[in-house]
């Protein structure tokens, strides 16, 4: 073909679900995911169906009767990703657990027609340059100290990379798990990252590599700090 195609952006996706089950899927999309129902051509209308707006684009919910397993599906970039996932199992959404890609975390779920819904999350410069490598830790205010401005005490060890440059253009921090004794240098493998949405920097969470704890452990043991901020935590995937 001589002529070059000049694409510029996604227009829509569509997506279908049996015909006369409408209703049934707007309590789906419109209620439970809350997307926006936009208006329909009218000329378009006698063949069932809505369309959707989400983000910049559009999702046209079409009417078909052949309902098939297929591994089609649109996939969308969203923020807080997990807290996505955590309300979709809450409101009993089947739910399949994708393994992240190089530049994203991933999951997807199921309409009750069997569409599946990839969601996509960027992730943190901390996640794609420090989870799972060995780093070298300074430890500034060691465990038992007093927070310099706040006065609260630090239950863990704490420190920071040198030379590096975080969200708040200082050095990246990070807790050092596993050491119940006031230290001032660590080495360990970075085990996690403390996302802190409403804040500029993020936090790792760096250990031995043989000490092992889970999300609920790592939020008691860093609690007396991150309680003030709007967090999530990402651990190397398994």
């Known amino acids: 073909m001589e002529e070059k195609i000049e694409f510029r952006r996604l227009n829509h996706i569509q997506i279908c679900i049996p015909k006369n089950k409408e209703e049934e899927a707007k309590r789906f999309y419109c209620d439970l995911l809350r997307l926006e129902e936009i208006e329909k051509p009218e000329y378009l209308r006698k063949n069932g169906g809505f369309w959707l707006r989400v983000a910049d684009i559009e999702l046209h919910i079409g009417t078909e009767n052949v309902e098939n397993k297929s591994k089609r599906h649109p996939a969308f970039e969203v923020l807080k990703l997990d807290r996505i996932k955590r309300a979709l199992k809450n409101s009993g959404v089947r739910i399949k657990e994708d393994k992240s890609l190089p530049r994203f975390n991933r999951f997807s779920f199921y309409d009750p027609f069997n569409n599946r819904i990839e969601l996509l999350e960027s992730k943190t410069i901390e996640e794609l340059e420090f989870l799972g490598k060995e780093v070298k830790i300074k430890i ?8 310099p ?7 863990l060890n704490y420190g920071f990379i040198p030379n590096t440059i975080g969200g708040d253009n200082k050095e990246i921090d990070a807790y050092i798990l596993g050491e119940a004794r006031a230290i001032k ?17 993020n936090k790792l969470v760096v250990s031995k590599p043989e000490y092992e704890f889970n999300k609920k452990e790592l939020i008691e043991l860093t609690e007396f700090q991150e309680k003030y901020f709007d967090t999530e935590i990402k651990l190397i995937e398994k």
Not at 140 to 147: E, L, Q, T, V, Y
Not at 149 to 155: A, D, I, M, Q, R
């Open 185 to 201: 240098e660590f080495t360990g493998i970075v085990k996690a990252v403390i996302i802190r949405y409403d804040d500029t920097e």
């Open 140 to 147: 500034d205010r060691p465990i038992f100290s007093k927070h």
């Open 149 to 155: 401005k706040f006065g609260f005490e630090y239950e």
